[in-house]
């Protein structure tokens, strides 16, 4: 290579794809050809069509040896795709720990979001990342900083199910009231798709149990309407009101026996006896 290169060949050529020489060795884990490359004169910042450069690449498979050594030729770690993710974001995302704290330590901006508002952060919970989601907020991720539509990391990975990430979540300071736009709070979600230990650890860091959406519906209506039974045993434990009911005049009782004879919807009989034995009427 470094022969082909002293006798005039262009270091800095790209593939048909895009990728140069750097790119690859970066992607493939060639710390020694990179670094080679750099003596040589490969443009470091030189990207794809897409915007991807060697450090994007280099963050996105979790190389650190390669991400530290193009620190050290003095690249930046902010350049962006096109569609605003940065290496760090790429990196939450594939779950790359070492790489994260790598970039932050480099000058990452760690809340810095893509195009579409996500941050690492958010894209950590998201993939159930625990380490990488520890990793942010100790190094100064905002745990509750959402997107446009004001979903927030605790959110998504309440709705993922995920109850590490929730919990870590919450240690770090997440507000387990805060809702979407449209009224939606991780409790009502968990509720909604029956994840019982994230809605119970929820529920132990302080979750409103009749915090309702903006339609009125609140988290038992939305349990006992899917046929979550667990889940609306464990609201009522927690206090949740069987009576109280969404702008429609409908309560957990009634929509559970509209569905009892539904049999299309399954029918939810022991959800319609739960909510009695709890004083519904």
Known sequence: MRALIEAGANVNRAADDDATSLFVATQKGHEAVVRALFELGADVNQAKDDGATPMYIAAQVGHEAEIRALIEAGVGVKKAKDDGATPLYIAAKKGHETVVRALIEAGADVNKAADDGVTPLFVGAQNSHETVVRALTELGAHVNQAQDDGVMPLYIAAQFGHETIVRALIDAGADVNKAMDDGVTPLYIAAQVGHEAVMRALLESGAVVNQAVDDGTPPLYIAAQNGHE???????????????AENNGWTPLSVSMTTVFNVAQGGHAAIVQLLRDAGAV
């Open 230 to 244: 667990a889940m609306v045993r464990a609201l009522i434990e927690s206090g949740a009101d069987v009576n109280a």
